[in-house]
C-alpha cells in the first residue's frame, strides 16, 4: 500500500508538489511528488539534488505523476546499511523499493547525469519496471571510459579524483566545500551566473554536509569499480535495455567527442532516439524547453 503523502506541502521550486518522504529498508527518501496520470521517476545528477528539474518537473505534472527523489546519500535522501558500496546496481533498487511504496508498479524514468547511469542499470536489471528510458548527457559507464583521453581526463578529472580511496578526496573537499561545488557547476553550466541563485544556494547547502560528499564520493569509485564491472558483465552477455531509449545531449560537449551518442546506446538498445540540444552539461536546467519538447514526444509515441 502506498504510504500517505503530505498534499499540502509546497515547495519553492515545485509549486503545487507534495514533499516525498518515503522509507525504505535502506533509505529515507526526500524530495517531490505531483501530478497524476502515469508516473515518471526523474533522477538528477552530481553535484546537485532534486531541485535541478525545478524547470521540468512542474510541466511534466499537467499530464503524469511526477516523482522526484534526491538520489541515495544526495541531497536529503539519506542512506542505511553503508558497510556495503553503493553501487547503481544498489541505488536502483532502493529506487525499485521507493516505487513499490508509492503503489507504481511500472514507470518511465528520466536520468541526468549520475541519475542517468542510476537509470539505465535500473532498466538492465528490473526490465519489466521500466516502460521507457531517457538519458540526459550521458553514455554507458563502460563506453565512457573506453573513450577515455587527454582531453576527457583533462575535462572530466573530478571522476577520478573523487574515486581516489577513502578519505583522501573527503578530506580535502572539507577544506572549502562551496569553492568545490562553485567552479564544478561554473564548468558544466558556462558560468555560475547561468544558475538561478537559489537553486545554487541549495546545492551549496546540500555539499556542505560530510555525509553528502561521501555519498558522492563513494558513487565515483563505484563507477570504476562494480559499475564498470556490471556494464561490462552485461555486454559480454549481450543484455540490452528492453524499452524505448531517447538519449539527449550536450552540443557544446559533444565537439570535443568523436563517437555519437546514438551510436554508443545502440550498442545497448535496440529502440534509440535522440538528438544534440543546445545548452552545456545542464540541459534540465540551460534548455529546459528543448528537453520538455524531446521529452513530450517521447512520452507519448506508443501510448
Known sequence: MAPDVEQTATHEFFPGFAKLDVETDDVSFRGVIGGTGSPLLLLHGYPQTHVAWRSIAPALAKSYTVIVPDLPGYGDSRTRNDQTRWTKRRVANALVALMNRLGHQRFAVIGHDRGARAGYRLALDHPSRVGKYASLTVVPTLDAFAAVDRTFAFNAWHWFFLAQPADLPERMLATDPDAFIDAALAKMAGGLERIDPAALDAYRIAFRRPEVRHAICEDYRAAMREDL?????????????????????????????????????????????????????????????EVLSALDVFLKDGG
Do not use: I, M, Y
Open 229 to 289: 564491472e556490471c556494464d561490462a558483465s552485461d555486454f559480454d552477455a549481450g543484455r540490452k535495455l528492453a524499452c524505448p531509449v531517447l538519449v539527449l545531449w550536450s552540443e557544446r560537449e559533444q565537439k570535443d567527442r568523436n563517437v555519437s551518442p546514438l551510436d554508443a546506446w545502440a550498442r545497448w538498445a535496440t529502440d534509440v532516439t535522440g538528438g544534440g540540444l543546445p545548452g552545456g552539461h545542464l540541459l534540465p536546467e540551460d534548455a529546459p524547453r
